[in-house]
């Protein structure tokens, strides 16, 4: 069954609007709206079924965890498998301007995960600990180096960030791991709920704050990264923050160069320049 012909049967009558139109990567996940009378609701079709059970499996595991979604119900039609959410809002920090107390709400959600007791949310035997990331972290730019020229990075940019030491990890905790400006929702009272929990895993909490922090104050305005962390409740110092984005940074090149092989990139100067910039810092240099 066609993802739209599922969501209009699963809306029973109700009217539906696609959330995620236009071209798609092959199995992308399609979401859409549907309203009822009194209320919204949001359902999620997944482009595969182990998307489906990683995303059951983290918000399980968190269950009762205040700023996460609220599932009403889950099925598979035609073994596709799809949830349905209630609505979390139809704006995210990512689209609305510099807000510092909704940055601040969405550094509690991390806190939150941070202080809650490790659990089972992944197969991995230790999660994502300081030897995991230090290993990622050299594999990640010694893939670099196959897609360099694509991605615009010159050889001493790539130089330059395989010299920085990789950042500092503490004990593995319940992570979301894609903390991103987009995936913090805020709703007409202004409450903050991070979606998308398909990555979820046991990772050092500076992978989580480290990123919302870094794009939050890219995409937003440093007066919400600094509000994040307050939220948070424990700030990185810069040079930790430059190590991590140096990371971050680097994961999401060779991501959008190893998921587009053969097709056009979109424009990531804006991914290079941020590598140069927090290369320099971590390095201890002063720009």
Do not use: C
């Not at 804006?270 to 971590?282: K, M, P, S």
């Amino acid at each position: 069954m066609e993802s739209y012909q599922l969501a209009e049967k699963l809306a029973r009558g109700d009217r539906v609007q696609e959330l995620s139109p236009g071209q798609r990567p092959i199995n992308a996940n399609r979401l859409f709206r549907i309203f009822g009378e009194r209320t919204t609701r949001v359902l999620k079709i997944y482009g595969t079924a182990a998307r489906q059970r990683r995303e059951q499996h983290a918000l399980s595991a968190l269950h009762g965890v205040p700023g996460l979604p609220v599932v009403l119900e889950r099925g598979v039609q035609d073994e596709v498998h799809w949830t349905m959410f209630a609505d979390s809002g139809r704006w995210s920090l990512g689209t609305l301007p510099e807000n510092p107390s909704l940055a601040r709400r969405a550094g509690a959600i991390l806190q939150r995960l941070r202080d809650i007791e490790p659990t089972s949310m992944t197969n991995l035997e230790r999660g994502i600990d300081q030897e995991w990331v230090t290993v990622d972290f050299i594999s990640t730019f010694r893939r670099m180096e196959r897609y360099r020229g694509r991605l615009g990075v010159s050889q001493e940019l790539l130089d330059a960030a395989r010299s920085v030491r990789p950042p500092f990890a503490s004990e593995p905790r319940a992570a979301h791991t894609n903390a991103t400006p987009d995936n913090f929702l805020v709703d007409d009272g202004g409450n903050v709920t991070l979606i998308n929990w398909e990555w979820a895993t046991l990772a050092p909490p500076e992978w989580d704050l480290s990123k919302a922090t870094w794009l939050t104050g890219l995409r937003l305005g440093p007066a919400a990264a600094a509000a994040m962390q307050e939220g948070y409740g424990i700030g990185l110092d810069r040079v930790q923050l430059d190590r991590w984005t140096v990371y971050n940074a680097g994961m999401m090149l060779v991501y959008e160069a190893e998921n587009r092989i053969g097709g056009r990139l979109d424009d990531l100067s804006y991914l290079v320049a941020e590598l140069q910039r927090a290369v320099t810092g971590a390095r201890g240099v002063v720009g």
